[in-house]
């Protein structure tokens, strides 16, 4: 087999892991996100300001993991035109 072949098909295999263990743990910070939302609702004594900056982490932390996984898939087209040459 042809070492580039065999390069492409590991990176592909890469690629694949990366994409299902990132969008499993999208599920469990979502849900995560779902219950300490429920548990922050149901806290009356948290000041409306504690919750407005708990929100803003919940966004801050949504964006990250967006643009973390928008770096990750740019680099892998970049791979993907390396094995295209």
């Not at 929100?55 to 740019?74: L, M, P, S, Y």
Request: no cysteine; aromatic share 12%.
């Amino acid at each position: 087999m042809d070492q580039k072949q065999l390069l492409k098909q590991m990176v592909e295999f890469n690629q694949a892991t990366f994409n299902n263990t990132f969008q499993a743990m999208n599920m469990l910070q979502d849900q995560f996100e779902r219950v300490a939302q429920t548990a922050i609702d149901q806290a009356s004594w948290l000041p409306e300001d504690g919750r407005k900056a708990i929100d803003e982490w919940a966004k801050a932390f949504k964006t990250g993991r967006k643009d973390f996984k928008a770096h990750v898939d740019e680099s892998y087209k970049k791979v993907e035109a390396l094995f295209a040459e």
